[in-house]
C-alpha cells in the first residue's frame, strides 16, 4: 500500500465511527513510517470534516460527531510520541479557545504541531476569557498568545484580548489568531498580529515567523 492508502484508510475508518480500526489502521501507517503530520492532516482531520459536513447536511446527529472527536482523540494519541521533539527553546506560546466556545479539537492538534516543532506550549484549555490570556502570557512571559476560535460569536472576545494584551506593558507577546472564522483580513481587524492559517502545519510555520518577527524587532 502507498500513504495514500493507508490515509485513505484512516480517514475512512473515522467516517464509519469504527474506533477499533481506527487504531488499527493509524498505527499500521505509524508503523509503516507514514508521515505523521500526514496521518493527521489527510487522514484524521479530513475524516472528522467529513462527520462534521454530513451533521452540517442532517445526515448524522451531533453525537455521531462526538464519537468521532473522541475516537480522533484516541488516535492523536498514538501519532503524539511520533511527533513530539523536545522543547529546545523555540519560544513560549500560551494556546486556549476563547470564552464561549468549547472546540477544542484543532486547538489540541495546534498544540501538538508546535509542540513537536520545539515550542514550549501552555495549554490553557477551552472557554478561556480575555483576562486569562493576559495573565498567563504575564505569568510565562509568553512569546506568542495563541488564540483559537470556531464560533463567529466569539469574534468579539477575541478582539477584546487583544486590546488587553497590547495594552499590557508587562506583557510583550505577540497575538497570533486562528479557526475558521478568522482570515488576514479579520485578524487585523480585531488588532492580532497574524492570522496563523487554517491547519496545524501552517499554525506552526506562522509561529515561526511571528517569533522572528518578535525577535528582529
Ligand atoms: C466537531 C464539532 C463540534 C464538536 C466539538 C468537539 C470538540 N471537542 O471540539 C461538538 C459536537 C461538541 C460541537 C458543538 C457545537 N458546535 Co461545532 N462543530 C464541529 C465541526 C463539525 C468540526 C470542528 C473541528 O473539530 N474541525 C476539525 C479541526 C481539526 O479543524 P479546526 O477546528 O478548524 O482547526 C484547524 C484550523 O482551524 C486551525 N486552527 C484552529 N485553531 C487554531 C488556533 C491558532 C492560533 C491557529 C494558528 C490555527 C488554528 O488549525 C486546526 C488544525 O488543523 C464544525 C464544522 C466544521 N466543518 O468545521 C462545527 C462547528 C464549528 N460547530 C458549530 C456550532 C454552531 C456548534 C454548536 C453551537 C452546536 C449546538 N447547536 O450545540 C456547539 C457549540 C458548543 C460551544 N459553545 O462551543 C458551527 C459554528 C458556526 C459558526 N461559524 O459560528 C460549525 C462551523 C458547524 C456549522 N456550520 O454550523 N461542535
Known amino acids: 500500500m502507498d500513504e495514500r492508502q493507508y490515509l485513505e484508510r484512516i480517514k475512512q475508518a473515522l467516517v464509519d465511527l469504527n474506533r477499533d480500526r481506527l487504531l488499527v489502521e493509524t498505527q499500521a501507517a505509524l508503523d509503516e513510517g507514514v508521515d505523521p503530520t500526514r496521518i ?25 460527531v462526538l464519537v468521532a472527536a473522541k475516537a480522533m482523540g484516541a488516535a492523536q494519541e498514538l501519532v503524539e510520541p511520533h511527533l513530539a521533539g523536545d522543547s529546545w527553546g523555540a519560544g513560549k506560546i500560551v494556546l486556549g479557545t476563547i470564552k464561549g466556545d468549547l472546540h477544542d479539537i484543532g486547538k489540541n492538534l495546534v498544540a501538538l504541531m508546535l509542540r513537536s516543532g520545539g515550542f514550549e506550549v501552555t495549554d490553557i484549555g477551552v472557554d478561556v476569557p480575555a483576562e486569562r490570556f493576559v495573565e498567563t502570557a504575564r505569568e510565562q ?57 487554517f491547519d496545524a502545519v501552517t499554525a506552526l510555520e506562522s509561529a515561526r515567523r511571528l517569533l522572528s518577527q518578535l525577535r528582529a524587532a
Not at 459536513?53 to 453525537?63: A, G, L, N, T, Y
Not at 506568542?144 to 486590546?163: G, K, N, Q
Request: charged content about 25%; some cysteine; proline content about 2%.
Open 40 to 64: 493527521i492532516k489527510e487522514g484524521l482531520s479530513a475524516g472528522l470534516l467529513l462527520v462534521g459536513d454530513q451533521w452540517i447536511r442532517k445526515e448524522r446527529f451531533i453525537s455521531h
Open 141 to 197: 512571559d509568553a512569546d506568542i498568545v495563541a488564540i483559537s476560535l470556531l464560533m463567529s460569536v466569539c469574534l468579539d472576545e477575541v478582539e477584546r484580548a487583544c486590546e488587553l494584551i497590547k495594552g499590557a506593558q508587562d506583557v510583550r507577546a505577540r497575538i497570533l489568531v486562528g479557526g475558521p472564522p478568522v482570515s488576514d483580513a479579520v485578524a487585523r481587524e480585531i488588532g492580532a498580529d497574524m492570522y496563523g492559517g
